[in-house]
C-alpha cells in the first residue's frame, strides 16, 4: 500500500466515526421533535449521515484492497412529506432551537474539517469526495440555519414549502 494512503485511510476512518455521530445525534433529536416537517428534516439528516458513512466505508474499503474507488454520487435533501401551508403547532422552541444550534455547529465543524482532510489528501478519489462532502455539510447548515430563522421570528418550520 502506497505511504500516502496511511493518512487518507485514517482521515476516511475518522470521518465515519463522525458520522456514526452525528447519524445517532440526528435520531436521537428525531423523538425530541413534534412537528411532523421537523421530524422529517431530522429524519432526512439521519439517513444522508448513513449515505456518507457507507461511502466512506467503500472508499476505505477499496484503498485497502489496492483498488481506486468508485466516483461518489452525491444527493440531495428533499423533503419526503408534502409541502403546504405552513402551520403553527405546539413545539418546545427551546428543544428545537437547542437541537438546531448544535445541528449548525457540527455540519459547519464537519464542512471545515471535510475542506482540510481534502487539502490533504493525496489520493485524488478521496480528494474529490472530501470537496463534495464538505460541499454537502454546508448545505444541511444553509438548511438548518434557514430552520432556525423561521423558528425564531415566525415559530413554523419551513421544510417541506
Not at 53 to 63: G, K, T, V
Not at 129 to 156: K, M, W
Request: aromatic residues 8%; hydrophobic residues 45%; glycine residues 6%.
Amino acid at each position: 500500500m502506497p505511504a500516502e494512503h496511511e493518512a487518507v485511510l485514517e482521515a476516511l476512518a475518522q470521518a465515519m466515526d463522525r458520522e456514526r455521530e452525528a447519524r445517532a445525534f440526528y435520531l436521537g433529536a428525531v423523538d425530541r421533535v413534534s412537528d411532523p416537517r421537523g421530524r422529517d428534516l431530522l429524519q432526512q439528516l439521519a439517513d444522508f449521515e448513513a449515505y456518507h458513512y457507507r461511502n466512506l466505508a467503500a472508499y476505505r474499503e477499496a484503498l485497502l484492497a489496492g483498488r481506486e474507488p468508485e466516483p461518489y454520487v452525491g444527493r440531495e435533501l428533499r423533503p419526503s412529506l408534502e409541502g403546504g401551508k405552513a402551520t403553527r403547532q405546539a413545539t418546545n422552541l427551546e428543544t428545537v432551537a437547542d437541537i438546531l444550534t448544535a445541528a449548525i455547529g457540527a455540519e459547519e465543524s464537519a464542512r471545515a474539517r471535510y475542506e482540510a482532510w481534502a487539502a490533504e489528501a493525496q489520493v485524488p478519489a478521496v480528494q474529490a469526495l472530501f470537496r463534495r462532502l464538505a460541499h454537502e455539510e454546508a448545505v444541511h447548515a444553509r438548511i438548518l440555519n434557514d430552520e432556525f430563522y423561521s423558528l425564531s421570528n415566525r415559530g413554523v418550520w419551513l421544510w417541506g414549502d
